[in-house]
């Protein structure tokens, strides 16, 4: 077994799910949503994305920097008009409704895309590396990595540096108090789901260069993206890459000793960590 | 859940009506249409496999009725789920009382409904999934094979992994190797079946003396392959074979190639069927390997509308605006054995007349020949399989982008014509 490369190959896929959990972590930190169609979500801007590389002819990083604008848009609505009316002491509601919305968009993919399992091409990128000491790190890869990292320091940065970013706090510590203050707990609300699918098409983008997607893929995408968030602690955007990343090496190693176990040991790193700190290792939120 | 309660009831009604209707058979027995339940999955992750069925149903029904033939046919969809697909079975058997079954696509879909079937004494037709899955599957102890008891209502036509090893051997053989092979098989019936030790890929490579890097059954839809590649970068691998859903073999290609993988051959199952996931590897594609069951140049002629393969397929781009796959020979292909089957039976109405006239079936299809004479075929499943010719391909880039699938070796069915010769991967 080559443990050098099997960490870094780790690494670099825990990239990848901490982009899966970003957006989750962000709307769960701030609203206490749990949203069951974020990854029908993430293969929805992914089918954006298609379109926008299909019909304009521009690299699929140009799509995705177009379909964030629409799917922040998207997602400001979503919130805004949907979701907001199920908020509220009940944790139930949003969950139905977005167990729904899973389905619904599902379908919805189906209809207008067909079953078809499609790719967005990045072109030479794809089987492109880069030797980093005795081991290979494809691009992409790296890319994804990089990408997830940038994300969090700048949602941080949003959130601990900016007006907004304490309006987000304020409003996920006491929204009745922040309401007083002068904020509106339903457009803080919106404005982070918009966020949340800014970074939902950053995830698009890096799953639909790495391997098929169809209408279907995303529930499967949506497991990894909460173990990230448990394994990180709630609330903690640092302790989402982390998570993500344990996830990753736990996958490459458990498949290094014997392929049948790889699924089974991220899901294993997962329980360990619920078993010894069950409200994971970088907690924020106090509830 | 079917309850006690459930059972006495629709026995009982079932009972009733089986009473009834048998006095007064010989009057409505004319004009009574005859109908057929149609199972596949449309919806779901194998939808692909049920692209063809509308377009298939459609002209099939058109057929019928300008030949003065009384059909229906009511689809069913197994949303790509083995328990949804026995419910509609039993929905197909109890509430539309339907006269024939036909089935299609994995054995996920083929296997529920053969069972459902075979326990209401329906007769069933069913294609589209490798033999050995389909009847070892089905049994109440798939690992004691003294145990495996042939069914007297279900039948399937296709080809087995004797003959998908045949024929990815037949095209290595055609290049320049170390004949050293890496094994990629998922966790799954498919993945099981072809890295089986006794009657899947290993022994069979064994004897031709090639060497087998098997790292172990992967989970489908897993997002790292760095294990195997590393696995069989150190077999030194050349040629790679298995049976893999379309995005993690996407996943597993690029990965290796970022690792500098690159092997002259990879010949795999079930990823590379359809033209569309080809395209979704972008240049990629180019030169991977994989069985065929059907294509255009197939020289086979429909036996209901005496088409040829060619213009099957054209029909199928005019209507649909699509590229034709594999599995709209073998949907038109049950359909023909469905009428073929109904003319000769003696009593359409009854299951057990039914069944007798699919074992006796002599029939040129769409696909080949079928007949269930257990000829190529082991004693245990002499009885209810028939197999279908099987050849190998590669396919290639066009120049105006698109994918061909040419096919390069037919030493396993001379009668169906290559159209050039194997070529390693760039």
Redesign the interface.
């Given at each position: 077994?080559?443990w050098l490369?099997?960490i870094v190959?780790?690494v670099l896929?825990g990239g990848?799910?901490a982009l899966f959990a970003a957006g989750l972590s962000l709307v769960f930190g701030i609203m206490r949503l749990v949203n069951l169609a974020h990854g029908d979500l993430i293969v929805l801007a992914a089918f954006v994305i298609l379109a926008l590389v299909t019909t304009l002819g521009v690299s699929p990083f140009v799509g995705a920097l177009m379909a964030a604008p629409l799917m922040f848009a998207a997602g400001w609505a979503l919130q805004y008009f949907l979701l907001n009316r199920t908020l509220g002491k009940d944790i139930l509601p949003p969950l139905l409704v977005t167990f729904g919305l899973s389905i619904v968009i599902q379908?919805g993919l189906?209809e207008g895309f067909?079953?078809?399992?499609?790719?967005v091409?990045a072109?030479s990128l794809?089987?492109?590396?880069i030797a980093l000491g005795p081991v290979?790190?494809?691009?992409?890869?790296l890319m994804t990595f990089l990408s997830a990292v940038a994300v969090i320091v700048c949602l941080n940065q949003l959130i601990y540096r900016t007006a907004v970013g304490r309006a987000f706090r304020a409003t996920s510590d006491d929204p009745v108090t922040a309401g007083l203050m002068g904020i509106r707990p339903q457009r803080i609300f919106a404005l982070a789901t918009g966020l949340a699918m800014v970074v939902v098409t950053i995830a698009a983008l890096y799953l639909g260069t790495?391997?098929?997607?169809?209408p279907?893929?995303g529930p499967?995408r949506l497991i990894?993206a909460f173990e990230a968030i448990i394994i990180g602690g709630l609330g903690s955007l640092w302790g989402t890459l982390a998570g993500g990343v344990i996830l990753?090496i736990a996958?490459?190693v458990g498949?290094?000793i014997?392929?049948?176990w790889?699924?089974?040991t991220g899901h294993l790193a997962f329980l360990l960590v619920l078993l010894f700190k069950p409200r994971g290792l970088f907690p924020r939120a106090v509830d | 859940m079917f309850t006690r309660r459930d059972f006495l009831k629709t026995t009982a009604a079932t009972g009733a009506f089986a009473v009834t209707s048998g006095l007064s058979m010989p009057a409505i027995a004319q004009n009574a249409p005859v109908k057929l339940g149609y199972v596949s999955p449309q919806t779901g992750p194998l939808a692909a496999f049920g692209e063809a069925d509308k377009f298939v149903i459609d002209s099939f029904l058109a057929t019928t009725e300008a030949m003065g033939l009384n059909y229906e046919v009511v689809v069913k969809d197994s949303q790509s789920n083995p328990n949804r697909a026995a419910e509609v079975a039993k929905e197909l058997i109890v509430t539309d009382e339907v006269n024939l079954v036909l089935v299609a696509s994995t054995p996920e879909t083929t296997n529920p409904v053969a069972t459902t079937c075979e326990a209401e004494e329906m007769p069933c037709i069913s294609t589209v999934a490798p033999w050995q899955p389909w009847f070892i599957g089905q049994q109440g102890n798939p690992g004691d094979p003294s145990s495996w008891k042939p069914f007297d209502y279900a039948y399937h036509f296709f080809w087995g992994l004797e003959d998908v090893i045949a024929v990815f051997t037949n095209m290595w053989a055609q290049i320049e190797t170390n004949k050293q092979v890496a094994g990629l098989f998922p966790n799954d019936g498919d993945g099981n079946a072809w890295g089986d030790k006794t009657v899947g890929f290993p022994p069979v490579l064994e004897k031709m003396g090639y060497a087998l890097t098997d790292p172990g059954r992967h989970q489908n839809m897993t997002d790292d392959f760095s294990a195997q590649i590393n696995a069989f970068k150190s077999g030194q691998c050349e040629i790679v074979t298995g049976v893999v859903i379309p995005p993690d073999f996407t996943t597993f290609w690029n990965q290796a190639k970022q690792q500098g993988f690159a092997p002259k051959i990879a010949s795999i199952g079930k990823a590379l069927l359809f033209p569309q996931t080809v395209e979704a590897l972008g240049d990629a594609g180019h030169n991977l390997s994989s069985e065929i069951w059907w294509t255009p140049s197939h020289p086979f002629k429909s036996s209901l509308t005496g088409e040829s393969s060619a213009e099957i397929a054209g029909k199928f781009t005019k209507a649909t605006n699509r590229p034709w796959t594999q599995p709209i020979g073998f949907a038109h292909a049950l359909f023909e054995l469905a009428v073929d089957v109904m003319r000769r039976a003696a009593d359409p109405t009854d299951g057990g007349a039914v069944a007798e006239a699919i074992a006796a079936t002599r029939l040129d299809t769409l696909v080949g020949p079928i007949a269930w004479d257990g000829k190529d075929l082991p004693p245990f499943a002499a009885k209810n399989v028939a197999k279908t010719p099987l050849v190998g391909g590669q396919w290639r880039l066009k120049d105006g982008g698109g994918y061909d699938l040419v096919i390069t070796d037919n030493k396993t069915a001379p009668a169906i014509p290559v159209g050039g010769k194997m070529e390693p991967i760039a």
């Open positions: 077994m080559n490369d099997t190959q780790g896929l990848l799910y379908n189906l067909s079953a078809d399992s499609r790719r091409s072109g794809e089987s492109a590396s290979n790190a494809g691009i992409m890869p790495r391997a098929n997607f169809e279907t893929s499967a990894y990753g996958q490459t498949a290094a014997n392929p049948e790889q699924i089974l | -």
